[in-house]
């Protein structure tokens, strides 16, 4: 089952960095962004994620809670979370089944070889547990601040 927007998010529970163990119905209360991106340690994947490690305390202001979603593992995902200080948790989502929850599994193309990868993918759950917002192709540049916004806005 996939996510579909202004519907509830079907629960799901997945393994995070810190040992935690995220289930999205104990959630509730708070608004949820959930960011997906390809690859730890890549360019683009870091900036995003520094993008919103700079701006952790204004999302933190307004009740959210971040969590970067990728197919690495646990291992990599605690270095990459550790070099770079990101103050919230990063999924390892390496069965995809978080992936295939939100349908970012995409036919990518690189160098002329493609690949099922995912497409760099943020969603916004508000604290009823309902998407509200979804931006699928992502820029990094000025996305945080445009997720930052909708956030502000609920």
């Not at 202004?6 to 119905?25: G, I, S």
């Not at 990101?86 to 070889?113: M, Q, T, W």
């Amino acid at each position: 089952m996939t996510v579909e927007l202004n519907q509830p998010v079907p629960d799901f529970t997945a393994e995070a960095t810190n040992d935690v163990t995220v289930t999205l119905t104990e959630l509730k209360g708070k608004n949820v962004v959930i960011y997906f991106y390809p690859k730890d340690n890549t360019p683009g994947c870091t900036n995003e994620g520094k993008d919103f490690r700079d701006h952790a305390t204004d999302f933190s202001a307004a009740n959210t809670i971040i969590f970067g979603v990728s197919r690495d593992s646990i291992r990599v995902h605690t270095n990459f979370k550790a070099k770079h200080e990101f103050p919230f948790e990063l999924i390892s989502d390496s069965e995809e089944a978080l992936c295939r929850h939100f349908d970012v599994i995409k036919l990518k193309k690189n160098y002329g070889r493609e690949y099922m990868g995912i497409e760099r993918s943020t969603f916004l759950i508000n604290a009823e547990g309902v998407l509200v917002q979804e931006w699928r192709k992502v820029k990094v540049k000025g996305h945080v601040e445009e997720v930052l916004e909708a956030v502000r806005a609920l």
